[in-house]
């Protein structure tokens, strides 16, 4: 399941996050890649366990973790610290698989999901689509500002070199509470149900109250605390 979701709605926000993109400190992206995505990287990585690249990412993490759709797609169980990458001048990073495990020690967590939120507007560069190879289906993707995509981690993937301008993305992954993504699809069809029945039906009927128990039983059965 490939799913768009508008993370930054505001363009104020939007304004200040592009701002302080500017403030940010770089390093070379193959530093946080594993042995096989290290051959085909080349970006770069911002800084972020101190300064400027510290506050970005504190306030990018709750625009994505607290964001509606993206509870009601991923169902998250833990989510990892988010990466900023630049690519420009020919960057790219080659088709590739994420690692199974990501992060380590006490923040270690199985890769479910991916997510890429587009932090530059299509326009500001040429080049540098996401392309999705799942299923038998490739899907490139280029993003405007503050649109966010969840994708299977167990996709290949591959973002296409930049021929022109920078390309400034925050990536990461998520793992799920809920492990097998066919039933967190039918998770996300009965979640956007209910909201559709909430708009048309008193809290308390019958019809929404069969969906709650509905929901609440299927996380029971199939979640992982």
Same mark, same amino acid.
């Given at each position: ?20 993109? =500017?403030?940010? +400190? !770089? %390093? $070379?992206?193959? /530093? ?5 995505? %290290? ?10 366990? /101190? ?8 306030? *990018? ?12 797609? @991923?169902? #998250? %169980?833990?989510? +990892?610290?988010?990466? &900023?990458?630049?690519?420009?001048? =020919? ?22 999901? +991916? ?6 507007? #299509?326009?500001?560069? /040429?080049? =540098?689509?996401?392309? &999705? ?7 490139? &993707? ?17 973002? %296409?070199?930049?021929? +022109? ?7 990461? !992954?998520?793992?799920?509470? &809920?492990?097998?993504? @066919? ?6 069809? *009965?979640?956007?149900?209910? @909201? ?5 039906? #008193? $809290?308390?009927? #019958? ?15 199939? =979640?992982?605390?």
């Amino acid at each position: 399941m490939i799913i768009s979701v508008t993370a930054i709605s505001d363009p104020n926000v939007l304004t200040q996050i592009k701002q302080a993109v =500017g403030g940010l +400190s !770089w %390093r $070379d992206g193959r /530093e946080t890649a594993g042995a096989v995505a %290290r051959k085909v990287k080349q970006n770069e990585q911002a800084i972020t366990h /101190e300064g400027a690249g510290k506050q970005l990412r504190d306030r *990018l993490t709750p625009l994505i973790s607290e964001n509606v759709v993206v509870k009601a797609a @991923a169902r #998250p %169980r833990r989510i +990892s610290a988010p990466m &900023i990458s630049r690519t420009a001048d =020919g960057g790219h990073y080659g088709a590739h698989v994420d690692n199974a495990m990501m992060g380590a020690a006490n923040a270690r967590i199985r890769s479910d999901i +991916s997510f890429t939120l587009f932090l530059s507007d #299509p326009d500001e560069y /040429e080049g =540098g689509e996401l392309v &999705i190879h799942a299923a038998g289906l490739t899907q490139s &993707i280029k993003g405007k500002a503050g649109e966010l995509i969840l994708y299977p981690s167990t996709s290949i993937h591959e973002v %296409r070199p930049v021929t +022109s301008g920078a390309r400034i993305v925050c990536v990461g !992954w998520i793992e799920s509470m &809920i492990r097998d993504p @066919a039933q967190r699809e039918m998770l996300f069809d *009965l979640e956007n149900l209910r @909201a559709n029945l909430r708009q048309k039906l #008193p $809290d308390g009927s #019958p019809e929404l109250l069969t969906v709650d128990k509905t929901v609440s039983n299927l996380i029971r059965m199939w =979640g992982q605390p």
